[in-house]
C-alpha cells in the first residue's frame, strides 16, 4: 500500500488534558481513503480520548486535526458526522425500543413539513444494509432484539447514512464470535473498495494481521511509531513499542496435576432447561480446566450455574464433597467458589467505589466485629494484595473506574485471592485487557493453580483455552462435546469441533 | 473534614488538583460546600432578622422543626445510597402516628406502659417498610411503582383507623418525656441528634452499610460478590419504615395527635434534602452528614422566610433552585471524577 | 346546654353589629374585594402598639385564601396594629414551628386557623402559657385553655339557612323534589350542614330526595353534579354547600341544558353572589360561611390584648367564643354581603 493519495485525514501534534491528566500528549497520524488504519496502544494509553477528539465529543487543547487537506475543528458529534466521520463505540450507542431504521436516522430524521418520511427511511435503511451486505436484517426490527453483531451493522448503516467517509471502530470484534468477526471483516474490505476508510481498534493481534493495512501504536498518550505495515511489522516489535518493554506473549510453564489430588469441584448432570443439559466434569485441587465454545453454546451459563447465580432444572455441584444449595450465589461463595464474571464492568465492579472496597466486598465479615468494620485493616490487606499483584496505579482508595480493564481484573482477581478460595471460575478472564497485563493474569491464574486453587476458565479464545488449562471441556449447543488432556488436542481440533454442525 | 480544616499544605509534587476544584472534588469538600451554604443562609438570617434569628429559641425552633423530617431523611439516605425510592414515607408517618393512637393503643398504654404507643408506631412503620422491601425485591416491582401503591394504601389505611378523625393522646407519661428537655436541648432533637450518629456509624462503619453502598453501586456485582442483594433491600426498606416509625412518635408527641394528615409531602422533603446532601439518586453513594445539611438548610430557609414574613410559594421556588444548583454541582463532580 | 345558649346570644348580637355597621351605606363597593365590614365604634380609636401573628392552613380554596386576605386588610385598618403573616402550610409540623417562632418573637397575640385543631392544642397551650393571647379560628383546640377566644363559623346553622329558604321557595308543593351536593362526606363540618339541612325540610314537610358528595374542587363539583343529573330527571331545588366546587356544579348543569329547578350555593363567593344579583342563573341565593373569621380574629386579638370589649356588649371582656351567623343571600339583599364575599 504505497499510494500517493493525499491523506484523508491528518493529525498533527494533538494534545487533549483533563483536570490532574495529559490523556493525549502529542499525536500525530495519517488516514489515507480506502485503508484500514489499525490504532494499538494498551488501555489507557489515550485510544478512547483520540476517537472521541476525532469523532468531535472532546475538543484538542493544542495541534491541528486536517480533513482532506482542510484544518477543521470538530465542536460535536454532530458536525464531525455531518462531515463524514462517524465513530461506532464499544458500547454501542443504538436506542432499544426504536425500529432500526429509527435508529438509523436518528438525530437526522428524514422528514417533511414536521411528519417523518417513514416509508423513505425503510427504503433507504434496506440499501445502506445491502451495501453492508446485510439485507437480511429488517429496518422496523426493534434494535434491542439485534444480536450484537448486527447491532454494530445499525451502527454502521448510521454512520454510511451520513455519507461517511472515514469510521472509527473501537474494538468491534469484543462482542462477536470468529463466524461475524468474519462477516465483519467482508463488510470491512467492502466498504475500503468503495474508497471508506476505517480507524480500527484491536487488541487482537491476528485480526490487525488480517485486516489492517497500516498500524499507528500509542503509548501514554503519544504516538511511538506510524504508518507501520501491519502485516509486515513484527508482533514482538509491536509489543515492544506498546510495552516499552520486551514481553514474550507467552503462557507460563506448568507442571502436570497430581494425580491423588483431591477433587475439589464435582457437577454432575447439571442443566439449566434449554440452555445446557447433562454436564458432569470435576476440577482437582491445583487443576486449571478450560470450556472452549462460541459465544451463546451455554459455556458462561454453566460457569454462572456452577456458581448457583442461574437457576438450574437437574443435577448437582459439590465442593469439597459438601452439595451446594441450588441457585444461591451465598452459599457457594461460603463454600470457598468464586467467579471473575465475563462482563468485568456491569457485573464484577463498584466501579465508582475505592479499590479496598471491591476487594473487601466478598469478605467483610472477616474485617468486621459485631457488623463494625476495621477500615484500617481493609486497606492494609488490599494494598499487600494489589503492591503483589503490581496493580497500578497503586493506591487502594482510587475509584476502580480510573483502572485500566488489566488491572481492574487484577482488582477482581485480589477479591478471591482475599477470600483464600477453593474453587475459582473466570469467564472471559483477558477480554479487554491489554498484552502486557494479559501475560501477568496467566502467571497468576498459574500461580493460584499451584497453591491448590481448582480453577475453571472459560475464553472465545482458544490459543487461551489450550494454553491456560490441563483439561480441556470443548461445548456446544449446551452438551460437552469433548473432554480431554489440553497437550492432546490442538487450535484446529478445538475449532473443528466448537464449529461442528454449526457451519452449514 | 480534617483533610480541610489542616492548616495551609505546601504545595507538593504529588498534588496536581489544587485549589477549589480538589476541594470540592473531595466527599469533604462536599461536605464544606455545604456548610458554606447554611453559613450564608445564617447570615442572612441574621442580617435580615438580627437578634430574632440567633436566638437560642430560635434555634431551638429550627432543631425541632428539623427533627422529624430529618429522621425520615436519614431513612432515606440509606434506601436511596442502596440504589431505591421510597415515596411512601409520609404515609407510613401518618399510618403509624393514626395505629398508635386508636382508643384501644392508648388504653393499652395506659394500663402497662406509654411505650407501647412507640413500639406500636414503630412495629407499624417496619411493617410497611417490609412490605415495601419484599414487593420490590421478591415480586420484582419497580420501587417508584411499589411504594406509590403503599403511598396510597398507607394513608387510605390510616383513614379508615381514624374515620379522617384527628386522635388526640391522653397518655400523661408519653407527652411528659416527649416534652422534655436534656440539659435544655428537647427531647424530639436529642432523638434527631441519636439517629443521625447511629445512621452514620452504620453506613460507615458496618458491613451493613457497605454492602448498601455495594448493592447501590451495582446490584449485579455485589450480587455476584455473594451479597444476598434481595435480603438486604428488604432490610434496607425495613429500616427506613423503622425511621418513619420514630418520626411518626416525635409527630404524635409534638402535636399530641395521630392523624392521617400528618407527614403530607414528606416522601418529597426527604428525598430533597437527601439528593441536596450529595447523595446520588442512582445509588452507591451516599452521605449521612450531608443529609443532615440537607435537612437543616432546608430547614432554617423556612425559618429565615417565616422570620421575615415571606411567603411559602417564594420559598418553595428558592427551595427548587436550591435543588437544581445541589444537583448540576453533584453532576459536574461526577464529570470530573469520571473522566 | 346553657354554653350553647349564650354562644347563640353572642352570635346574634356580634352579627347584629356587622349589620348595623352596613346599614345605610351607598351598596356600590369600590372596585377588588376590599372589605367594608365591620362596624367603626370608639373601640377604634388608636390604643398601646399590638403585635398579632397569624397562620392559616395552605391557600388552596379560594375560602381559605381569602381568610388570610381579609385578616391582613382588617390589620392594615389599624394604626396600632402591626400584623405578622406567615405563609399558609398544610403541615402541622411546619404550623407547630410558626407558632413557635411566634412565641420566640414574644408577640402579643396569635390568631390562628389551624390545619388541625387537635393537633396544634400543645403549642397553642404552650403560647398561653407564654402570656399570648391567642385567638382560635373555625377549627377548634382540643382544649379550652389554648385560647383566649374562639371565633367559629356555624355549619348546622347553614344547613338550617339553606333549608329554611327552599320551605320559602316550594311552599306548596309538597311533591318537590330537593336535591343536595354536598362537601367532602367524612368530614364532621359536611354531616353538619346536612342535618341542618334536612332538619330545616323537615319543618315544612320536604326531603332530600338526592343526594350527592363532591371534595370541595371545581373538578369533583361537575363530576357529582352530572352523576345527580342523571339520576334525578327532574329537580326543583338544588343546594350546593360550597361554591367553589360550585364553579364545576354549574358547568355540568350547563352541559346537560337543565333549567327547571333553582339553586342555593354554599360559603358565599363572590361569583355566586354576582350571579344573583344580576339573576341571570340558576342561584338564587347562597348561605355565608364568612371568610371574614380570621378578620374577626384579627380585631378580637386586638380588642383582649388592649383590655376593652365588645362594643355593643355590657361584659367588660371579650368573650370566649364568638359563633357567627350563617345569613342567605338573595337578590334582595345581596349588595349588602358582596364586599365581604370570597373571589373562588
Same mark, same amino acid.
Given at each position: ?101 429509527? %435508529? ?8 417533511? #413539513? ?18 453492508? /451486505? ?131 469441584? &464435582? ?238 | ?131 415495601? /422491601? ?169 425559618? &429565615? ?32 471524577? /469520571?473522566? | ?28 363597593? #369600590? ?9 367603626? &365604634? ?47 402550610? %398544610? ?163 350547563? %352541559? ?89
Amino acid at each position: 500500500m504505497t499510494t500517493t493519495t493525499a491523506p484523508l485525514l491528518s493529525v498533527r501534534g494533538v494534545v487533549k488534558r483533563f483536570p490532574g491528566v495529559t490523556a493525549l500528549g502529542g499525536v500525530d497520524f495519517d488516514v489515507r481513503a480506502g485503508e484500514v488504519h489499525c490504532l494499538l496502544g494498551q488501555n489507557g494509553a489515550g485510544k478512547s480520548t483520540l476517537i472521541k477528539v476525532l469523532a468531535g465529543a472532546h475538543r484538542p487543547d493544542e495541534g491541528e486535526i486536517r480533513w482532506q487537506g482542510e484544518v477543521v475543528s470538530f465542536d460535536n458529534p454532530t458536525a464531525a458526522m455531518s462531515s463524514g466521520v462517524a465513530a461506532i463505540y464499544q458500547e454501542l450507542d443504538l436506542v432499544a425500543g426504536l425500529s432500526v431504521a429509527d %435508529n438509523v436516522f436518528l438525530g437526522h430524521e428524514l422528514s417533511k #413539513a414536521g411528519f417523518t418520511r417513514r416509508a423513505e427511511a425503510h427504503r433507504r435503511t434496506k440499501a445502506l444494509l445491502d451495501r453492508l /451486505g446485510h439485507p437480511d436484517i429488517p429496518p422496523d426490527r426493534d434494535v434491542g432484539r439485534l444480536s450484537a453483531a448486527n447491532q454494530q451493522i445499525v451502527s454502521m448503516a448510521r454512520a454510511l447514512s451520513r455519507d461517511g467517509r472515514l469510521l472509527i471502530m473501537d474494538e468491534p470484534s469484543a462482542v462477536l464470535d470468529q463466524d461475524e468477526v468474519r462477516t465483519l471483516f467482508r463488510v470491512i474490505r467492502e466498504l475500503t473498495a468503495q474508497g471508506v476508510a476505517i480507524v480500527y481498534i484491536s487488541h487482537r493481534m491476528e485480526e490487525i494481521r488480517e485486516i489492517g493495512d497500516r498500524v499507528t501504536v500509542l503509548k501514554d498518550g503519544r504516538t511511538v511509531a506510524t504508518g507501520l505495515p501491519a502485516r509486515e511489522t513484527r508482533t514482538a516489535d509491536l509489543i515492544r513499542l506498546m510495552t516499552g518493554r520486551d514481553v514474550e506473549y507467552a503462557f507460563p510453564p506448568r507442571d502436570p496435576v497430581d494425580p491423588a489430588a483431591p477433587e475439589v469441584l &464435582v457437577v454432575r448432570g447439571l442443566a439449566a432447561g434449554e440452555r445446557f443439559s447433562g454436564v458432569d466434569f470435576t476440577v482437582r485441587a491445583g487443576e486449571v480446566v478450560g470450556l472452549a465454545g462460541l459465544v451463546g453454546s451455554g459455556r458462561s451459563e454453566i460457569l454462572e450455574a456452577v456458581y448457583g447465580a442461574r437457576r438450574t432444572t437437574a443435577g448437582t455441584v459439590e465442593v469439597d464433597g459438601k452439595r451446594l444449595r441450588r441457585g444461591n450465589v451465598g452459599a457457594a461463595v461460603r463454600a470457598g467458589v468464586g467467579l471473575c464474571p465475563e462482563e468485568r464492568k456491569s457485573q464484577g465492579l463498584l466501579l465508582d467505589q475505592a479499590v479496598y472496597r471491591n476487594i473487601t466486598v466478598s469478605t467483610l465479615s472477616a474485617f468486621s466485629r459485631f457488623g463494625f468494620l476495621d477500615n484500617g485493616a481493609e486497606r492494609a490487606r488490599s494494598q499487600e494484595l494489589t503492591t503483589a499483584l503490581d496493580v497500578r496505579p497503586p493506591g487502594v482508595d482510587r475509584a476502580v473506574r480510573t483502572l485500566s480493564g488489566g488491572n481492574q481484573q487484577k482488582v477482581v482477581l485480589a477479591r478471591w485471592l482475599l477470600r483464600e478460595c477453593r474453587v475459582l471460575l473466570l469467564d472471559e478472564p483477558t477480554r479487554g485487557v491489554d498484552v502486557g497485563a494479559r501475560s501477568e493474569i496467566y502467571e497468576l491464574i498459574r500461580d493460584l493453580s499451584v497453591r491448590g486453587v481448582a480453577v475453571v476458565v472459560v475464553s472465545s479464545e482458544v490459543e487461551e483455552v489450550l494454553g491456560l488449562a490441563d483439561r480441556v471441556l470443548v461445548v456446544r449447543e449446551g452438551r460437552v462435546v469433548h473432554e480431554g488432556p489440553a497437550r492432546e488436542i490442538d487450535e484446529s481440533r478445538v475449532l473443528d469441533l466448537v464449529m461442528e454442525g454449526t457451519a452449514a | 473534614m480534617s483533610e480541610n480544616t489542616t492548616a495551609v499544605r505546601p504545595p507538593t509534587a504529588e498534588q496536581p488538583q489544587r485549589g477549589v476544584s480538589a476541594l470540592l472534588g473531595s466527599a469533604a469538600g462536599r461536605n464544606t460546600g455545604l456548610v458554606v451554604a447554611l453559613v450564608l443562609l445564617c447570615v442572612v438570617g441574621v442580617i435580615t432578622a438580627g437578634d430574632r434569628f440567633a436566638d437560642v429559641d430560635n434555634v431551638l425552633t429550627i432543631l425541632r422543626l428539623a427533627a422529624v423530617i430529618g429522621v425520615v431523611s436519614v431513612g432515606m439516605t440509606f434506601v436511596i445510597t442502596g440504589g431505591g425510592i421510597d415515596l411512601s414515607v409520609g404515609a407510613i408517618v401518618a399510618l403509624s402516628s393514626v395505629w398508635a393512637t386508636t382508643l384501644a393503643t392508648q388504653a393499652m398504654a395506659n394500663d402497662a406502659h406509654w411505650l407501647v404507643i412507640v413500639f406500636a408506631a414503630l412495629a407499624v412503620g417496619a411493617g410497611c417498610g417490609v412490605i415495601n /422491601g419484599v414487593l420490590i425485591a421478591y415480586g420484582r416491582i419497580v420501587a417508584f411503582i411499589a411504594t406509590l401503591a403503599m403511598l396510597a394504601a398507607a394513608r387510605g389505611l390510616a383513614e379508615i383507623i381514624s374515620n379522617r378523625k384527628t386522635q388526640i393522646v391522653n397518655v400523661p407519661g408519653f407527652t411528659a418525656f416527649f416534652d422534655a428537655s436534656v440539659l435544655g436541648v428537647p427531647v424530639l432533637v436529642v432523638i434527631f441528634a441519636l439517629v443521625a450518629v447511629v445512621g452514620w456509624v452504620v453506613l460507615n462503619r458496618t458491613t451493613f452499610g457497605r454492602r448498601t453502598f455495594a448493592v447501590g453501586g451495582n446490584p449485579e456485582a455485589a450480587r455476584l460478590a455473594g451479597i444476598d442483594v434481595r435480603r438486604h433491600t428488604v432490610l434496607l426498606y425495613t429500616l427506613l419504615g423503622v425511621c418513619c416509625g420514630i418520626a411518626a412518635v416525635m409527630l404524635v408527641a409534638r402535636t399530641t395527635t395521630g392523624s392521617s394528615t400528618h407527614g403530607g409531602l414528606y416522601e418529597l422533603d426527604a428525598i430533597a434534602a437527601v439528593v441536596i446532601g450529595g447523595t446520588l439518586l442512582s445509588g452507591g453513594r451516599g452521605t449521612i452528614a450531608g443529609t443532615v445539611f440537607g435537612v437543616l438548610i432546608f430547614t432554617t430557609l423556612s425559618n &429565615v422566610f417565616t422570620l421575615n414574613n415571606l411567603s411559602i410559594s417564594a420559598q418553595a421556588v428558592a427551595k427548587g433552585a436550591i435543588i437544581v444548583v445541589a444537583v448540576l454541582l453533584q453532576q459536574r463532580l461526577a464529570r470530573r471524577s /469520571g473522566a | 346546654m346553657s354554653r350553647k345558649a349564650t354562644t347563640r346570644l353572642v352570635a346574634a348580637l356580634s352579627v347584629g353589629l356587622v349589620l348595623t355597621a352596613c346599614t345605610g351605606n351607598t351598596p356600590e363597593p #369600590a372596585a377588588g374585594t376590599g372589605n367594608q365590614g365591620g362596624a367603626r &365604634v370608639a373601640n377604634d380609636e388608636p390604643g398601646e402598639k399590638v403585635v398579632i401573628g397569624f397562620s392559616a392552613p395552605a391557600a388552596d380554596h379560594g375560602w381559605m385564601a381569602a381568610i388570610t386576605n381579609a385578616a391582613k386588610a382588617e390589620a392594615e385598618k389599624y394604626s396600632d396594629v402591626e400584623l405578622k403573616v406567615v405563609e399558609g402550610t %398544610n403541615d402541622v409540623n411546619l404550623q407547630i414551628s410558626q407558632v413557635e417562632t411566634f412565641i420566640n418573637d414574644k408577640v402579643d397575640a396569635i390568631v390562628l386557623l389551624p390545619f388541625d385543631g387537635a393537633a396544634l392544642t400543645p403549642v397553642a397551650l404552650k403560647a398561653m402559657k407564654a402570656g399570648i393571647t391567642v385567638i382560635n379560628v373555625d377549627r377548634e383546640f382540643g382544649s379550652p385553655f389554648a385560647a383566649r377566644s374562639t371565633v367559629l363559623g356555624d355549619n348546622y346553622g347553614m344547613g338550617v339557612s339553606a333549608g329554611t329558604y327552599v320551605c320559602d321557595q316550594l311552599k306548596g308543593k309538597s311533591d318537590a323534589v330537593v336535591a343536595e351536593i354536598a362537601g367532602i362526606d367524612s368530614l364532621p363540618l359536611t354531616q353538619d350542614r346536612s342535618k341542618g339541612f334536612a332538619d330545616a325540610l323537615g319543618d315544612c314537610g320536604l326531603k332530600v330526595n338526592n343526594r350527592v358528595a363532591a371534595e370541595f374542587t371545581v373538578e369533583s363539583g361537575e363530576r357529582a353534579a352530572a352523576n345527580l343529573l342523571q339520576a334525578a330527571p327532574r329537580i326543583d331545588a338544588l343546594w350546593n354547600h360550597d361554591d367553589d366546587q360550585g364553579v364545576g356544579v354549574t358547568a355540568a348543569i350547563k %352541559n346537560s341544558g337543565r333549567s327547571e329547578f333553582f339553586m342555593v350555593g354554599g360559603a358565599g363567593s363572590a361569583n355566586v353572589m354576582r350571579e344573583i344579583k344580576a339573576g341571570n342563573g340558576l342561584h338564587k341565593a347562597t348561605v355565608v360561611y364568612p371568610s371574614t373569621q380570621g378578620a374577626d380574629g384579627i380585631r378580637l386579638a386586638r380588642l383582649a390584648v388592649q383590655g376593652k370589649s365588645l362594643g355593643d356588649l355590657v361584659e367588660v371582656e371579650v368573650p370566649r367564643q364568638v359563633e357567627l351567623f350563617a345569613p342567605v343571600v338573595t337578590k334582595d339583599n345581596v349588595d349588602r354581603y358582596l364586599p365581604t364575599a370570597f373571589e373562588s
